[in-house]
Every structure is written in structure tokens, then in C-alpha cells.
Nanobody, 115 residues
Framework: QVHLVESGGGWVETGGSLKLSCTAS????????MGWYRQTPENQRELVARIRITGHTDYADSVKGRFNISREKSRNTVYLQMNNLKADDTAVYYCNAVIRGNTYWGQGTQVTVSS
């Protein structure tokens, strides 16, 4: 069983910054990737950023140059530094982990950017 615990969401003005963190606990064997997705009531859940076991990172085009994903492998933790936030970044952000072919999700954390 794997649990993902997120923190760091909140409210910020346009142009501001927030940092999300996610820690995985439980049976962590052969972690393939950890990352962040986001979802609004109008849209499907979409990939924001992901870091693979190799260190390779993927970003949504809309966040490139503004968001940065990093990790602490020893703590099974990933971070998402979000800078220059825009109103369109408002969403529930979900931590995601792929471990041995299984996908796990955190409970979600709300990010609200006020213009």
C-alpha cells in the first residue's frame, strides 16, 4: 500500500509563487515516476510536471519556464515550485506516483490564483 501526502497549496495573487510537496510512504519499490497533475471542474485532469526515475522531467507547455519539479529520492518526496502564477493555474493539484506499474494519487490540494 502506498500513500501520497501533499502540502503547500493555498491562495496567491497573480505573479506570486507557491511550492507544493508530496511524500510517498508505504511499500516503495521500483518507483518509476512521481509528479503533479491538476484538474478544474471544467477540464480533465492534466499533467503539470513529472520526474522519472532517470531524472528526466516532463512539463506541460503552459507551465514551462515558470514551474520546476524536483525531488529528494531518499525521502520519496517531490516538490513543485510554481512561479509567476496565473489565474489559469487555479485548480486542484494532485500528486501522482507510478510504482511497479501501479498508479497512486494524493488527495489533492487547492491552488487558487487571484487576478
Amino acid at each position: 500500500q502506498v500513500h501520497l501526502v501533499e502540502s503547500g497549496g493555498g491562495w496567491v495573487e497573480t505573479g506570486g509563487s507557491l511550492k507544493l510537496s508530496c511524500t510517498a510512504s508505504g511499500t516503495i519499490v521500483s518507483m518509476y515516476a512521481m509528479g503533479w497533475y491538476r484538474q478544474t471542474p471544467e477540464n480533465q485532469r492534466e499533467l503539470v510536471a513529472r520526474i522519472r526515475i532517470t531524472g528526466h522531467t516532463d512539463y506541460a507547455d503552459s507551465v514551462k519556464g515558470r514551474f520546476n519539479i524536483s525531488r529528494e529520492k531518499s525521502r520519496n518526496t517531490v516538490y513543485l515550485q510554481m512561479n509567476n502564477l496565473k489565474a489559469d493555474d487555479t485548480a486542484v493539484y494532485y500528486c501522482n506516483a507510478v510504482i511497479r506499474g501501479n498508479t497512486y494519487w494524493g488527495q489533492g490540494t487547492q491552488v487558487t490564483v487571484s487576478s
